[in-house]
């Protein structure tokens, strides 16, 4: 290790344990407790618990987002059924694939077999001012086209789901490198005092081609385990852990909390332990959450008009209330959320199975884009919807697509980013991008670098090395910045 | 700011112990510039990715990882470095330049070096450039220790007097006695084990708690659990599906290896090469399962060469991980950046592991049986039993040889028998139902698709008829029908509940063909109530349903065999030319398709035929054989003959039910005992080339063999004729020239008693790692690991025994300050325990743990619906019963993709990947876990039940039993009073709400005393919660 960054992240740790323990010895005696099991009083008494500062300060450039929505659509959409319309490739459905498209590449389960053009399943239209061509399946979102950019030309290096996700998630197919929103609370911080900086959230489709997700993919890898993803359940428990035992009352709760407390604190003051004021801040913050979360994932105060506008129920646990969920979280300030939407797998019946999945997520995208805009929080909001890879051109079993990872669409909206451009695009059959084609670490340069963050510079040491989202590579799409 | 000081070193170059992360307070004298510790971590992190080892990345052709190629001449003109001459060296002109252009590192790199840095190159130049080899690269040499000293402390005591600090004096006995307890068998101690050594005043008291814990059966637990995260063992394969394997047994090979204090070069030889030793025991092949605790896939879809590169990436980077402490992973795409590793040295190791036997996609074989002592003598006993019946079947038993000539005879009257008959070729076979009947060339009809729930089939017959006086209908097994038929039935069975036959002729009316009697071979009388031939025989066939279109012919239990009908005509049959034979076969029984599904028809012109015993007539082989007169037959074709005849010899069917039962009784048994993964060689290894950029599509790379690491080895250990294995391999691991393995293994084992590495990147002792600030020391521990023949015991003994490590934890707050990291080592460390040991503590304190060592993983409580994002299959979570509830942490399922959530908020790692070192985090999900998990509160009932039933007295006195039992120590009046107020309040709380007191106590499996009062023990349990969640309680100091 070499003398400097030796030298900068003690200093750095020295001054954050100091600031740290400063806040923590305020934030911990009885009055803040009491002030938790009397809300209202937290503000006004000392503050809250301590949090997390980030290492990015200050920001490299001034930032256009403050936190991130990544909507994964996982399971691979098809770009060719949603977002990329080819005429060319209807007009050649049943004949064969031309070689040249397909030579030297990775193919999944269509190893070894004959490979014929697979047309469209669903007509395009234009939408918007701009009249952007999108499949019909999906007027809602087609409504707010003019909000979004979107990208015809993203290409991944993975071609199966695991991997795929690991490295849209991670930048790397090994495992044990940091999710993306564990890089980012890690170098942002989190502005909420009372929730994880990082929460993930999924839902499942009907078509019931629901790929497993691993929890590695909101893993801190190598960063601290308070960076790591915090699953937000829609049944049982919110949060792991979250509830009293059965029996106990919150108030009887706090009285063991406060014991606990005040027992590490006796403690520390005969062992001089900078660990037990920490301990002692997470108690409480533990003791909020219980609070907290509960009160955060209840919809049934949103007003009518707001669920009619998502089009879901409180505790449905489907991927519109995720979408509310988002924007309940994004206004307590939690840094990154991530929706995991299942059921894109559509190796076969991609024609109905496309049906589905708009009917679960068209209207819920566009109402969480046009909530956002209402509470003037989309400007500093970046959505990103996603899939893990998209689909091939080539039919699978005569009503399917293959796992493709040559060119597929991506769309991104909000803080930073520019409304109603498309950039990037396949190839007449929809194959490969070749026109401004973007890969995985672009993606993710190009999002830090709307937090304000130059994505070279957000490293840790691991292994030796410098290690970054972006791996080696990655360049911002500057075309797309607003 | 700190940096306050800055202007200090500044003026007086490095301060020794900044490389501890100490706060430089004082100067020290100016020492020569090393270029290990001061040089090579500048150069390697800021200039190596360009002038370094990646000879594919070098700019300027300027490497500074070589003296000869730095201080030559460039092409320019120009000198990078000039011995002795700093300010003719460019390099230092570069580093110093005020133009942003020329200066290095360059901008875009992000790279900077301080003045100090700075400065430091420009003396290490003036001093001459003395470029040193790796410390790590270089075997470690023992450093001398004065007679009398205790090597550890010597070398420790060294470095903390020359910072002009103290030691700390030995920690107090209980402090010394938790400390060991969680060290080395990660229990806490109970009171009175402290009491009876805080009594023994021998100065041997120590001595003898350190053997007596280096004997128990749980230290081996506790040393298992950092080696099984750095061999990354887990019970599921990682990828998609994240699908169980059988592969438990190498963890309690772990655990053996550590009690049995298996020297650590035969450790690692059987584990990576166990298959290869001669005659390898079953525990050196269940070691060898370290090649398989990699990740493995079954996705649909995944690309074998992808994945196949994946393996050879992943076992090398274990390698690397295990023992090398090198990040060999980095050489995978290109040479290495910092450290003399070549791409090719990557391959070539891999290529080590390319006689690993597996499937590349898809699911794991179930692997070798592993059986333990009892259950081989079982399995034994068994086998015994079987091949002794076995023995008794096959023997020779003249007393059979009469029967034998009779059976002879018998079967050549059925072969004599069974040629009178001749099978009918249809013309036409047709179904009412439109099933679908197929005529195959024996001439017999398979009905295939959907099975109606009636059918009739009408069969015709053009030729091959004259002079027939019987009809015959066999029905035949077949592996395409339910239970193997012949019927179509679920059970394999069906009903004919009709034969019709009928002569037809062009123009002319059918003649009906009449049946005289009907007989077959086995009738069913099974199920035959309301029968009305009190069972399913023949003659219903034939009685134009006199009784009801239900009955009919069945053969339950006998299905999944042929049987015949035999069915006499009345009147001699003969076609004329132009007739057709038309026979039906009704199946109107109904009831789940008793239908047909394979058949044949034959006639017979002989009336001996039909009358004959239902003797199956032997198979053509047989049939041979029978027809040789018995001396021409060899003694083989005797034998065989002889064979077939006991398969069936009425004489021999007791002993051929205990052979069946034997037989089975071994089956049974020995799919009842634990299995493992091992390693077994595939006799061609893959062929292993380098992949460019290592992109698994690009198959131009090189061939390459076998090799061990160019750089530490001459000619990467190759000679002629000998393909390098695993065996090699492991032997070069723990060769005494090896520089890195014993390095590698004490600096994590001294992680593991202080808190930290003496180089404290455990995974990288490579130029971006630290070289250890107190060298000395390593290399001391390294050469006595080595010299002592491996011997783990003897280490930990070393360092049980030394000042340094029973050195209080707690210090003078100026020194916790200027060394936070304690890397003088002039205290102990202090940390939370480990994620297993939480648990450990927690359950032994309630007295709930059941101490079993080895054996499969167990499932303890977990929130429902963790795994809801797991498929393929799709999977359910069931919390194991009884004993295996209580088990110790580290048996737990360690299911990859969802590892047990109370487990993972402590900091264990996923094991997907080798893990040298655990984050040692505090986070508000332990808090959550301690307060609420069930595992938890369940540990807080029981242990306030113990509270009540074994301490009897008042408040305080139990208060403090308990804390005793907690934390070892009475506790202090302040905390006496916190507990005890808890207590008031929540007592009078639940005894004004009994149910909510009850609903409390229901968390878990154990059983609440029923003598205890609901309000008391709900109360007790908070007191018990808060002891259990005490950061003390957690922390070993």
Known sequence: MNLSSELRQFFRQQQTRRVFLGRASQGVGALALASLLKPGMLSAATGKPAKWAGVVDPLHFPARAKRVIWLTMAGGPSHLETFDPKPKLAAMHGQPMPESFTQGKQIAQLQGQKLLCYGPQHKFRPFGKMGIELCELFPQIGSVADDICWVRSMTSEAINHDPAHMFMNTGSQIAGRPSMGAWITYGLGSEAADLPGFVVLTSLGRGGQNQPIAARQWAPGFLPSRFQGVQLRSKGDPVLYLGTPKGVSREQQGDVVKTINALNRQHDAIVDDPEIATRIAQYELAFQMQASVPELVDLSKEPASVLDLYGCKPGDGSFASNCLLARRLAERGVRFMQLYHKDWDHHGGVKQGIEFKAAEVDRACMALITDLKQRDMLKDTLIVWAGEFGRTPMSQGGDGRDHHNAGFTIWMCGGGIKPGMVYGATDELGYAAVENPIDVHDLHATMLRTLGIEHTRLSVKFQGLDVRLTGIAGKVIEDILA | ?1037
Not at chain 2, 223 to 239: E, K, S
Not at chain 2, 411 to 420: P, S, Y
Not at chain 2, 513 to 541: D, I, M
Not at chain 2, 965 to 992: N, T, V
Request: proline share 7%.
């Open chain 2, 1 to 1037: 700011m700190v940096f306050g000081t800055q202007r200090g070193w500044l003026l007086f170059g490095v301060l020794l112990g900044l490389w501890a992360g100490l706060t430089p307070v004082r100067a020290v004298t100016v020492r020569k510039v090393d270029f290990n510790h001061d040089v090579q971590p500048l150069l390697s992190d800021n200039c190596f990715a360009c002038h370094g080892p990646d000879t594919n990345k070098i700019k300027g052709k300027l490497r500074l990882d070589l003296r000869e190629v730095a201080t030559k001449p460039a092409k320019s003109g120009k000198t990078a470095i000039i011995p002795g001459k700093p300010d003719d060296s460019e390099l230092v002109r570069r580093l110093f330049t005020t133009d942003e252009d020329d200066r290095m590192p360059p901008t875009e790199s992000h790279k900077t070096l301080t003045v100090a840095q700075r400065e430091m190159l420009r003396r290490w130049i003036a001093e001459g450039a003395e470029y040193k080899g790796h410390w790590a690269y270089t075997p470690p040499v023992k450093p001398v220790i004065p007679a009398g000293a205790q090597a550890i402390d010597f070398l420790v005591r060294q470095r903390v007097r020359e910072a002009g600090l103290k030691p700390a004096p030995e920690a107090d006995r209980r402090t010394l006695a938790r400390r060991l307890y969680f060290d080395l068998v990660g229990l806490p101690p109970k009171p009175e084990e402290i009491a009876a050594f805080e009594k023994d005043k021998s100065p041997e008291a120590y001595r003898r708690l350190v053997e007596r814990l280096l004997s128990s059966p749980h230290y081996g637990e506790r040393m298992a659990i950092g080696w099984l995260d750095v061999v990354r063992f887990a019970d599921t394969i990682g990828y998609h599906s994240d699908n169980p394997r059988n592969i438990w047994p190498y963890r309690d090979y772990v655990i053996r290896a550590f009690n049995d204090n298996k020297p650590f070069d035969q450790f690692t030889r059987e584990q990576l090469a166990g298959d290869l030793l001669p005659s390898p025991t079953q525990e050196q092949k269940v070691a060898s399962a370290f090649n398989r605790l990699l990740l493995t896939t079954e996705e649909g879809g995944a690309q074998p060469k992808d994945y196949e590169a994946r393996y050879l990436t992943d076992r090398v980077r274990a390698v690397g991980a295990v023992w090398l402490g090198q990040t060999i992973g980095c050489a995978q795409c290109h040479d290495h950046k910092f450290d003399p590793i070549l791409q090719r040295d990557f391959y070539a190791m891999g290529a080590v592991f390319a006689d690993v036997k597996e499937a590349i996609i898809g699911g794991r074989e179930p692997g070798m049986l592993v059986p333990n002592e009892e259950q081989a003598r079982e399995l034994a006993k068994r086998e015994q039993t079987a091949n002794g019946l076995q023995q008794d079947f096959v023997g020779p038993h003249p007393e059979l040889a009469g029967v034998f000539t009779q059976w002879q005879q018998a079967q050549l009257e059925a072969l004599a028998n069974e040629a009178l008959w001749s099978p009918l070729a249809p013309a036409k076979a047709e179904s009412v139902a439109g099933t679908p009947l197929t005529v195959r060339e024996d001439r017999s009809v398979l009905a295939g698709g959907k099975n109606p729930d009636t059918d009739t089939y009408t069969l015709r017959f053009t030729n091959g008829v004259a002079g027939a006086v019987g009809v015959r209908l066999e029905v035949l097994p077949d592996d395409s029908l339910p239970a193997k038929g012949p019927g179509r039935a679920a059970n394999g069975n069906f009903v004919l509940t009709e034969v019709v036959g009928r002569v037809e002729r062009e123009g002319a009316t059918s003649r009906t063909v009449s049946f005289q009697s009907a007989r077959a071979s086995h009738e069913q009388t099974t199920l035959a109530e309301g029968n009305p031939y009190k069972a399913w025989s023949a003659a219903a066939t034939i009685d134009g349903d006199a009784k009801g279109k239900s009955p009919g012919w069945a053969v339950l239990p006998e299905t999944g065999r042929p049987q015949q009908l035999r069915l006499e005509l009345k009147e001699p049959l003969t076609l004329a030319a132009g007739e057709t034979l038309v026979i039906e076969l009704q199946q109107n029984h109904g009831d789940g398709g008793h239908n047909l599904g394979h058949f044949r028809l034959a006639t017979t012109t002989d009336a001996k035929a039909v009358t004959a015993p239902f003797a199956a007539p032997p198979g053509s082989e047989l049939a041979e054989l029978l027809k040789l007169p018995a001396a021409s037959r060899n003694a083989e074709q005797q034998q065989k003959l002889f064979a077939r005849f006991k398969d069936q010899a009425p004489e021999l069917a007791g002993l051929r039910q205990r052979l069946a039962e034997a037989k089975k009784s071994h089956d049974d048994f020995v799919a009842s005992l634990p299995r493992c993964l091992i390693t077994e060689r595939n006799d061609e290894p893959r062929t292993v080339r380098i992949l460019p950029r290592g992109n698994f599509l690009i198959e131009t790379g090189d061939k390459v063999e076998p090799a061990l690491p160019a750089f530490l080895v001459k000619n990467g250990g190759r000679t002629d004729g000998h393909r390098l294995n695993r065996l090699d391999l492991a032997n070069w691991l723990v060769d005494r020239n090896n520089p890195l393995t014993a390095r590698v293994v004490m600096n994590r084992l001294w992680r593991q008693f202080f808190g930290i590495g003496l180089s404290k990147v455990l995974d990288d002792l490579g130029a971006q790692g630290e070289p250890p600030p107190n060298q000395a020391l390593l290399d001391w521990l390294a050469c006595e690991f080595r010299d002592s023949g491996w011997d783990m015991k003897h280490m930990v003994r070393l360092i049980m025994l030394s000042d340094t490590y029973r050195q209080a934890s707690t210090a003078p707050h100026e020194l916790l300050v200027h060394d936070p990291y304690n890397r003088l080592l002039a205290r102990q460390g202090r940390w939370r325990l480990e994620a297993e040991l939480v648990r450990d503590n927690a359950l032994s304190l309630a007295g709930l743990l059941v101490p079993t060592v080895g054996g499969p993983s167990v499932r303890p409580y977990q929130p429902e619906g963790y795994w809801e994002n797991l498929n393929f299959p799709q999977r359910t979570y069931d919390a194991s019963k009884e004993a295996d509830q209580y088990r110790r942490g580290l048996y737990t399922w360690w299911q990859r993709s969802f590892v047990h959530p109370s487990m993972l908020a402590f900091d264990a790692p996923t094991r997907e990947e080798c893990a040298a070192e655990r984050n040692r985090s505090n986070i508000p999900q332990q808090a959550l876990v301690l307060l609420n998990d069930p595992t938890y509160v369940e540990a807080a009932r029981v242990l306030a039940a113990r509270i009540l039933r074994e301490c009897p007295g008042d408040e305080a006195k139990r208060i403090t039993w308990a804390w005793q039992q907690a934390l070892d120590r009475k506790p202090r009046p302040e905390e006496l009073a916190a507990l005890r107020s808890l207590l008031q309040k929540h007592l009078a709380e639940f005894r004004q709400n009994r149910d909510a007191a009850k609903d409390y106590l229901k968390t878990g499996f154990a059983p609440v005393p029923p003598e205890l009062d609901a309000a008391e023990l709900a109360a007790w349990t908070d007191v018990a919660r808060a002891l259990l969640n005490l950061h003390e309680t957690i922390t070993r100091s």
